[in-house]
């Protein structure tokens, strides 16, 4: 028997992290869309910017604030890795993701921006994907990985173990 997607451990540990952006924006005075919640017919599929002949799935919430519109991609992360290679502590994300993401963020004209929840140091980390230096790529049991440095991003907030229960996503 399988498990239905919606219970795997993976994905309850992601959606606790886009629900702690989430909260984390609405009391920053954003509005925000969780994109997430809009997957296909069984809820197993990304939510995809349509065109005639494609689509590219958009990252997991639509933001506004003072006229403004932005992405947020949200990746929950235990914690950075260190990388040997680079002597760096390191994020990754898959590197079709962060292409779809690049093109989402042309098609749409609104900048797209890749949070990170880092669940041990409960560091909330931050940077706008056009900022973001070419990733060095690795592929990673099968799957080819965009790899940015931790320094790369900007430390937003250190989010306290009271600020969790505040952070379901809902209007605070």
């Known amino acids: 028997m ?54 590219y799935p958009v990252p997991d919430l639509d933001v506004c604030r003072n006229g403004n519109r932005f992405w947020v991609e949200v990746k929950t992360k235990r914690e950075a890795t260190f990388t040997r290679i680079t ?39 931050g940077q706008r994907l056009d900022i973001l230096s070419a990733p060095r790529t690795a592929t990673s049991l099968g799957t080819r990985m965009a790899y940015w440095p931790r320094a790369s991003f900007r430390e937003l907030e250190q989010i306290d173990a009271g600020t969790l229960s505040d952070c379901s996503g809902r209007d605070t």
């Open 87 to 125: 002597g760096t502590h390191d994020h990754g994300i898959n590197f079709r993701l962060v292409e779809h993401y690049r093109t989402v963020q042309a098609i749409s004209g609104c900048l797209c921006w890749i949070f990170i929840y880092e669940e041990v140091s409960r560091w909330l980390i």
């Open 2 to 55: 399988t498990t239905d997607f919606r219970q795997r451990p993976e994905f309850l540990r992601g959606r606790a992290g886009e629900q702690i952006v989430a909260g984390w924006l609405k009391r920053r005075g954003c509005y925000v869309i969780p994109s997430y919640d809009y997957g296909g017919e069984n809820g197993d599929k990304a939510p995809k910017l349509q065109g005639l002949w494609g689509g």
